[in-house]
Nanobody, 113 residues
């Protein structure tokens, strides 16, 4: 079956960086749009970043300039690096195979002193 497994979350201090990984099994990511979403406590899930099969990217305004989404089709993986993390980045981050509508289980990112 299709699985998206996120990793790389954790507890970090404001200003630090994190790199989240999403490894996909059971299907390919090649030729498909992939995305990262996040959901903070008490809030709706929101889009963070997307990347097309050709490498075009777009970002949520809240992370634009601080985040980089990338993909490695040979590893069937997608990555999200966020620099200069802020407390408002605290959320569960989810990987999404947009084209086939599969979701990962999420990885918690907590930004706090």
């Amino acid at each position: 079956q299709v699985q998206l497994v996120e990793s790389g979350g954790g507890l970090v201090q404001p200003g630090e960086s994190l790199r989240l990984s999403c490894v996909v099994s059971g299907t390919t990511i090649t030729n498909y749009i992939m995305g990262w979403y996040r959901q903070a406590p008490g809030k709706q899930r929101e889009s963070v970043a997307h990347i097309t099969s050709g490498g075009l990217t777009n970002y949520n305004g809240a992370v634009k300039g601080r985040a980089t989404i990338s993909r490695d089709n040979s590893k069937n993986a997608v990555y999200l690096q966020i620099d200069n993390l802020k407390p408002e980045d605290t959320a569960v981050y989810y990987c999404h195979h947009v084209s086939l509508d599969y979701w990962g289980q999420g990885t918690q990112v907590t930004v706090s002193k």
